[in-house]
């Protein structure tokens, strides 16, 4: 799990950041600390931790699982893997990716 803290200088700055990096699939975790920065003005604290993209071979199930022809269960990011996933996200009135993503990592962890 990737794991990181932001920072910001007031609560609507925080508030901002939180939201920049959950379009991101970052997720807070826990509640918001305020410590005191070193010229003792507040700064609001929140953690964030988010999932790693699926390794290419789980993609490949999934999508084999769910109809299309990803090619071959290797572990690779061929045109082929590509391919099926763009034609699924078609499917779904998506728009094609050139890579896998993280929009792409959610839709296929619902689907799973």
């Known amino acids: 799990m990737d794991y990181k803290i932001i920072y910001g200088f007031g ?20 509640g918001v600390s305020v410590v005191h920065s070193e010229s003792g003005s507040p700064r609001f604290v929140q953690a964030m931790t988010r999932e790693p993209l699926l390794p290419a071979k789980a993609v ?9 022809s990803p090619g071959k269960r290797d572990g690779k990011w061929g045109p ?5 996933l763009n ?4 499917k ?6 050139g890579k896998y993503e993280r929009t792409s990592d959610a839709l296929l962890r619902q689907l799973r």
């Not at 490949?60 to 299309?68: A, P, R, T, W």
């Not at 082929?80 to 099926?84: D, E, F, M, P």
């Open 11 to 30: 609560a609507c700055e925080l508030e901002k950041i939180v939201m920049e990096e959950m379009a991101e699939g970052w997720r807070p975790r826990g």
């Open 60 to 68: 490949q199930k999934i999508l084999k699982k769910l109809g299309s």
């Open 80 to 84: 082929k893997t590509l391919a099926a």
């Open 87 to 90: 034609k699924l996200r078609a």
């Open 92 to 97: 779904l009135k998506m728009g094609p990716v």
